[in-house]
């Protein structure tokens, strides 16, 4: 008989509860009837008793926030579940962007059935590994933040369950292949991710001045050593070579001039130090 696997829903509205209890049953045969939870209490209560594997969260609860919960689980030393959060279309943005830094998967209500499985299915091959204190350590140091947090850790969904965990300062850039994405780290090495590279996009861009270069090439701006723009060169300080498309190499220009002029302002000695950019 193949294993099955013990799930809890946390969310405060009953009827929202017991939908997303009806679709996991119809949809989601490894997993036994969930249990549910109503508040952090409960919630908190629960989990310290009942071994589950993976934990439908959602975000705003009574009294505080599916994170309150987690730090009282980690304070106590209880996570080892997979956790998938459930949340509105109206959730902060930096808030997301703490969730996709640390790889847990999120659903929108109303959840999308596809989505669903697929977020079930990833949860139950993560679960052959360990990663959940680290995840959620990244999680939670990030949470709040609107900017970059105690952390530039970010983590990354590789193949068959594996989460690898970067320094942001290592990547020199990413490179789009259709649903996947390839992540060129400073030592050499080379990392197949499962998520396309607008998964990660906005928010590297918004956090750590990473460049789109072209439709399929995000550049960490700390690498960059040249931009030939009559060529469409980026060239990086090891000496690789990558190419602008025309649309994005234009927008690319603009902002290193805007960001050459900002340092001139603050500092006029700027400018002789970048003018290799252009």
């Given at each position: 008989?193949?294993?099955?696997?013990?799930?809890?829903?946390?969310e405060?509205?009953?009827?929202?509860?017991?939908?997303?209890?009806?679709?996991?049953?119809?949809?989601?045969?490894?997993?036994?009837?969930?249990?549910?939870a109503?508040?952090?209490?409960?919630?908190?209560?629960?989990?310290?008793?009942?071994?589950?594997?993976?934990i439908?969260?959602?975000?705003?609860?009574p009294?505080?926030?599916?994170?309150?919960?987690?730090?009282?689980?980690?304070?106590?030393?209880?996570?080892?579940?997979?956790?998938?959060?459930?949340?509105?279309?109206?959730?902060?943005?930096?808030?997301?962007?703490?969730?996709?830094?640390?790889a847990?998967?999120?659903?929108?209500?109303?959840?999308?059935?596809?989505?669903?499985?697929?977020?079930?299915?990833?949860?139950?091959?993560?679960l052959k590994?360990?990663?959940?204190?680290?995840?959620?350590?990244?999680?939670l140091?990030?949470?709040?933040?609107?900017?970059?947090?105690?952390?530039?850790?970010i983590?990354?969904?590789?193949?068959?369950?594996?989460?690898?965990?970067?320094?942001?300062?290592?990547?020199?850039y990413l490179?789009?292949?259709?649903?996947?994405?390839?992540?060129?780290?400073?030592?050499?090495?080379?990392?197949t991710?499962?998520?396309?590279?607008?998964?990660?996009?906005?928010?590297?861009?918004?956090?750590?001045?990473?460049?789109l270069?072209?439709?399929?090439l995000?550049?960490?701006?700390?690498?960059?050593?040249?931009?030939?723009?009559?060529?469409?060169?980026?060239?990086?300080?090891?000496?690789?070579?990558?190419?602008?498309?025309?649309?994005?190499?234009?927008e690319?220009?603009?902002?290193?001039?805007?960001?050459?002029?900002?340092?001139s302002?603050k500092?006029?000695?700027?400018?002789?130090?970048?003018?290799?950019?252009?």
């Amino acid at each position: 008989m193949d294993k099955t696997f013990k799930a809890l829903i946390v969310e405060d509205i009953a009827n929202t509860s017991d939908y997303i209890k009806q679709r996991i049953i119809k949809l989601c045969s490894a997993i036994d009837i969930p249990d549910q939870a109503f508040n952090i209490e409960e919630a908190f209560e629960m989990i310290q008793e009942g071994n589950y594997d993976i934990i439908f969260l959602d975000i705003q609860l009574p009294k505080g926030t599916g994170f309150d919960l987690l730090n009282k689980l980690s304070e106590k030393g209880k996570i080892d579940f997979e956790i998938i959060f459930i949340t509105g279309e109206s959730e902060k943005e930096h808030t997301l962007r703490a969730i996709k830094y640390s790889a847990i998967d999120f659903l929108y209500k109303p959840l999308d059935d596809v989505e669903l499985v697929i977020a079930v299915n990833k949860a139950i091959e993560k679960l052959k590994n360990t990663y959940f204190n680290k995840q959620i350590k990244l999680l939670l140091d990030r949470v709040g933040h609107e900017k970059v947090s105690v952390t530039n850790k970010i983590a990354f969904h590789l193949h068959n369950g594996v989460i690898e965990f970067v320094n942001v300062q290592e990547i020199k850039y990413l490179q789009a292949d259709g649903v996947i994405s390839y992540i060129f780290l400073e030592n050499g090495n080379k990392l197949t991710i499962t998520k396309n590279l607008g998964y990660y996009k906005d928010m590297l861009i918004a956090d750590y001045n990473f460049h789109l270069i072209s439709n399929s090439l995000l550049v960490n701006h700390e690498f960059i050593y040249r931009y030939n723009h009559n060529e469409l060169l980026v060239t990086l300080k090891d000496g690789s070579k990558l190419y602008a498309s025309k649309r994005f190499g234009k927008e690319f220009k603009n902002s290193l001039v805007q960001n050459k002029t900002r340092k001139s302002l603050k500092n006029p000695l700027a400018f002789l130090w970048e003018k290799w950019f252009i």
